[in-house]
């Protein structure tokens, strides 16, 4: 009978020491969930589609820290973009108006557009805007949207270009936490400046507020990115550029015709160069705007046989696949 009530006493204690090791570890995850600095939800992966595109990694080094979540408005600006039309073409008039999507005003060879899929405004003055800079830099953009939007965002040039004509194009990219904002289009830049004789003569401005939302969003490590970047329902997407087959395949293939299309159906074997982080822009309904690792590719067509090797740009989602959710 002492034995039986001994081995009661010792299976209580074990039954009651594995309820308390229970409570405990419960306890540490609900404490981890509500000091988490993460989300306690997944996040909408705007940024991206999915591409059936392989890319190969190789050596390429991955930043894996933290990233935060910027919302973008969907405030629109158009009385900035009236005021700024008057201002710079004082005779322009309103040519079209369709509400809520576009908009522009013309006089002569002035013109000023507000197209709001993008929320950009394009703008071109034959007179040209004074400025008296030698050559543009990001804070020259700073001051042009400060003065004519009111905005005091920050910017980086990420290239010019000399134009036949004479005039200079120099490319930018907003910049928030010191990284850059891109667009798929326009040497991936999100503004341009253009300046002849000392004047602005044409441009292109993203409007859109991007605000930051706070919450943290880690970084997937490089092992992890090697291991999901190839599943088809990673979101990823791959941008050729078919520049260097203007002496090759373009000479004899129209860019616009379907044979061209299935020509850029073959490309494959995607390697990768290098890498950097950046937050990738679409549209103003795009919603969220997450840390993106952009990488620089090499990438193979093939036409009659032969195979042309090409320069792409790779976009890829770059937060810890547990904390986004993707469309199906």
Do not use: H
């Amino acid at each position: 009978m002492p034995n039986m009530e001994k081995r009661k006493k010792r299976i209580l204690i074990i039954v009651i020491g594995i309820f308390v090791i229970a409570l405990v570890v419960t306890l540490y995850f609900v404490y981890k969930s509500q000091t988490s600095p993460y989300p306690k939800e997944a996040i909408p992966q705007d940024s991206l589609n999915s591409t059936t595109e392989t890319i190969d990694l190789g050596n390429t080094e991955i930043e894996a820290s933290n990233g935060y979540l910027y919302s973008v408005s969907k405030t629109v600006m158009l009385d900035k973009v009236i005021e700024f039309a008057k201002s710079i073409s004082p005779k322009a008039v309103q040519t079209i108006n369709e509400k809520g999507s576009y908009y522009e005003w013309r006089n002569g060879e002035d013109y000023v557009i507000y197209e709001l899929e993008q929320n950009t405004v394009i703008f071109a003055i034959k007179q040209g805007i004074t400025w008296n800079e030698a050559s543009i830099n990001g804070y020259s953009f700073t001051q042009f949207v400060n003065n004519y939007f009111g905005k005091n965002w920050t910017y980086s040039i990420s290239t010019s270009a000399k134009q036949p004509t004479g005039e200079t194009i120099y490319y930018a990219k907003r910049t928030i936490e010191d990284l850059n904002v891109e667009m798929v289009l326009n040497n991936q830049s999100t503004d341009y400046l253009a300046t002849k004789d000392g004047k602005i003569v044409y441009g292109k401005i993203l409007l859109s507020e991007l605000t930051k939302v706070g919450e943290k969003l880690p970084l997937i490590s490089s092992s992890d990115l090697d291991k999901y970047v190839n599943l088809s329902s990673y979101p990823k997407e791959i941008y050729p550029n078919y520049g260097p087959l203007q002496t090759t395949i373009l000479n004899s293939v129209d860019y616009k015709s379907e044979d061209f299309d299935t020509i850029a159906k073959t490309l494959t074997n995607c390697k990768s160069n290098s890498s950097s982080i950046i937050y990738l822009y679409k549209s103003l309904n795009q919603g969220n705007l997450t840390p993106v690792y952009k990488l620089d590719l090499q990438c193979e067509l093939t036409y009659k046989d032969t195979v042309y090797t090409i320069p792409a740009i790779g976009y890829v989602n770059a937060i810890d696949p547990q904390y986004i959710s993707t469309v199906e």
